[in-house]
Protein backbone atom coordinates (compact mmCIF):
# COMPACT_ATOMS: atom_id res chain seq x y z
CA UNK A 1 0.00 0.00 0.00
CA UNK A 2 1.21 3.36 -0.76
CA UNK A 3 -0.44 6.61 -0.90
CA UNK A 4 1.63 8.00 -4.01
CA UNK A 5 -0.34 6.40 -7.33
CA UNK A 6 3.03 6.22 -9.54
CA UNK A 7 5.23 4.70 -6.66
CA UNK A 8 2.39 1.98 -5.56
CA UNK A 9 2.28 1.23 -9.94
CA UNK A 10 5.87 0.73 -10.21
CA UNK A 11 5.93 -1.68 -6.31
CA UNK A 12 2.44 -3.43 -7.99
CA UNK A 13 4.53 -3.95 -11.24
CA UNK A 14 7.42 -4.96 -9.97
CA UNK A 15 5.67 -7.81 -7.69
CA UNK A 16 3.02 -8.93 -10.62
CA UNK A 17 6.12 -9.51 -12.98
CA UNK A 18 7.74 -11.80 -10.05
CA UNK A 19 3.97 -13.80 -10.33
CA UNK A 20 2.63 -12.61 -6.79
CA UNK A 21 -0.92 -11.29 -7.27
CA UNK A 22 -1.12 -7.98 -5.79
CA UNK A 23 -4.54 -5.82 -4.96
CA UNK A 24 -3.48 -2.41 -4.84
CA UNK A 25 -5.18 0.30 -1.96
CA UNK A 26 -4.48 4.01 -2.11
CA UNK A 27 -5.08 4.23 2.08
CA UNK A 28 -5.48 2.24 5.19
CA UNK A 29 -8.90 2.05 5.14
CA UNK A 30 -8.99 0.71 1.74
CA UNK A 31 -7.04 -1.90 2.76
CA UNK A 32 -8.94 -2.66 5.99
CA UNK A 33 -11.80 -3.35 3.72
CA UNK A 34 -9.78 -5.48 1.68
CA UNK A 35 -8.95 -7.57 4.60
CA UNK A 36 -12.66 -6.89 6.25
CA UNK A 37 -13.98 -8.86 2.80
CA UNK A 38 -12.63 -12.07 3.49
CA UNK A 39 -9.83 -11.99 0.51
CA UNK A 40 -6.93 -14.02 2.03
CA UNK A 41 -3.64 -11.81 1.73
CA UNK A 42 -0.62 -13.17 2.60
CA UNK A 43 1.67 -10.53 2.78
CA UNK A 44 0.82 -6.76 3.27
CA UNK A 45 2.93 -4.38 2.06
CA UNK A 46 2.69 -0.46 3.33
CA UNK A 47 4.27 2.79 3.58
CA UNK A 48 4.49 4.15 6.55
CA UNK A 49 3.30 7.45 5.52
CA UNK A 50 -0.45 7.89 4.08
CA UNK A 51 -2.36 10.59 4.25
CA UNK A 52 -5.25 10.77 5.62
CA UNK A 53 -5.72 8.56 8.39
CA UNK A 54 -3.64 6.23 10.20
CA UNK A 55 -0.47 5.56 9.22
CA UNK A 56 1.52 2.88 8.22
CA UNK A 57 2.25 1.28 11.80
CA UNK A 58 -0.92 1.57 13.44
CA UNK A 59 -2.32 0.02 10.15
CA UNK A 60 0.16 -2.91 11.11
CA UNK A 61 -0.76 -2.99 14.31
CA UNK A 62 -4.35 -3.59 13.32
CA UNK A 63 -3.52 -5.67 10.66
CA UNK A 64 -1.32 -7.99 12.98
CA UNK A 65 -4.31 -8.14 15.71
CA UNK A 66 -7.05 -9.15 13.43
CA UNK A 67 -5.71 -11.06 11.00
CA UNK A 68 -2.76 -12.84 12.31
CA UNK A 69 -1.79 -14.78 9.42
CA UNK A 70 -1.18 -12.26 7.41
CA UNK A 71 2.85 -11.13 6.85
CA UNK A 72 3.62 -7.30 7.32
CA UNK A 73 5.99 -5.39 5.22
CA UNK A 74 6.08 -2.00 5.91
CA UNK A 75 8.37 0.30 3.65
CA UNK A 76 9.88 3.93 3.91
CA UNK A 77 12.12 6.54 3.12
CA UNK A 78 11.82 9.31 5.55
CA UNK A 79 10.67 7.46 8.99
CA UNK A 80 12.78 5.06 10.15
CA UNK A 81 11.08 2.52 12.82
CA UNK A 82 11.55 3.49 16.48
CA UNK A 83 10.58 1.58 20.11
CA UNK A 84 7.34 -0.46 19.41
CA UNK A 85 6.72 0.37 15.82
CA UNK A 86 6.46 -2.50 14.48
CA UNK A 87 3.82 -5.32 15.85
CA UNK A 88 6.46 -8.90 16.23
CA UNK A 89 7.12 -10.46 12.67
CA UNK A 90 6.76 -7.45 10.91
CA UNK A 91 9.97 -6.51 8.97
CA UNK A 92 11.06 -2.93 8.11
CA UNK A 93 12.55 -1.60 4.56
CA UNK A 94 14.65 0.95 3.73
CA UNK A 95 13.77 2.68 0.67
CA UNK A 96 14.82 3.29 -2.03
CA UNK A 97 14.64 -0.38 -1.75
CA UNK A 98 15.82 -2.35 -4.79
CA UNK A 99 13.78 -4.44 -6.82
CA UNK A 100 15.34 -7.86 -6.33
CA UNK A 101 16.09 -7.02 -1.93
CA UNK A 102 12.00 -6.15 -2.05
CA UNK A 103 10.90 -9.46 -4.23
CA UNK A 104 12.93 -11.62 -1.90
CA UNK A 105 11.61 -10.14 1.75
CA UNK A 106 7.65 -10.60 -0.14
CA UNK A 107 8.68 -14.22 -1.52
CA UNK A 108 10.09 -14.89 2.21
CA UNK A 109 6.89 -13.51 4.08
CA UNK A 110 4.67 -15.61 1.26
CA UNK A 111 6.51 -18.83 2.61
CA UNK A 112 6.28 -17.71 5.71
CA UNK A 113 2.36 -16.98 5.85
CA UNK A 114 1.48 -20.34 3.39
CA UNK A 115 3.76 -22.25 6.01
CA UNK A 116 1.80 -21.06 9.37
CA UNK A 117 -1.68 -21.43 7.34
CA UNK A 118 -0.72 -25.21 6.24
CA UNK A 119 0.29 -25.81 9.95
CA UNK A 120 -3.42 -24.36 11.09
CA UNK A 121 -4.89 -26.45 8.57
CA UNK A 122 -2.95 -29.96 10.00
CA UNK A 123 -3.83 -29.11 13.65
CA UNK A 124 -7.50 -28.43 12.47
CA UNK A 125 -8.00 -31.66 10.54
CA UNK A 126 -9.15 -34.90 12.56
CA UNK A 127 -6.55 -37.37 13.12
CA UNK A 128 -7.67 -40.17 11.76
CA UNK A 129 -4.44 -41.89 11.35
CA UNK A 130 -4.10 -42.12 15.19
CA UNK A 131 -7.64 -43.45 15.43
CA UNK A 132 -6.93 -46.41 12.85
CA UNK A 133 -3.58 -47.65 14.57
CA UNK A 134 -4.68 -47.42 18.18
CA UNK A 135 -5.00 -50.72 20.59
CA UNK A 136 -8.47 -51.81 20.68
CA UNK A 137 -9.86 -50.97 24.06
CA UNK A 138 -10.35 -54.95 25.71
CA UNK A 139 -14.18 -55.65 27.10
CA UNK A 140 -14.89 -56.68 30.36
CA UNK A 141 -18.08 -59.37 31.10
Known amino acids: ?6 VRLVVADILMEANFHV ?18 VDVMLSDVEMPPGING ?10 WPGTEILITSG ?8 LPP ?3 FLAKPCPNATLVSHVQAAVRRAQAARNMTAQQDR ?3 ASSETAAPIPKTA
Open 126 to 128: PDT
Open 78 to 85: REWPRGDD
Open 89 to 91: GAA
Open 23 to 40: IEASGAEEALKVLRAMVR
Open 1 to 6: MEDEPL
Open 57 to 66: YELARQVHES
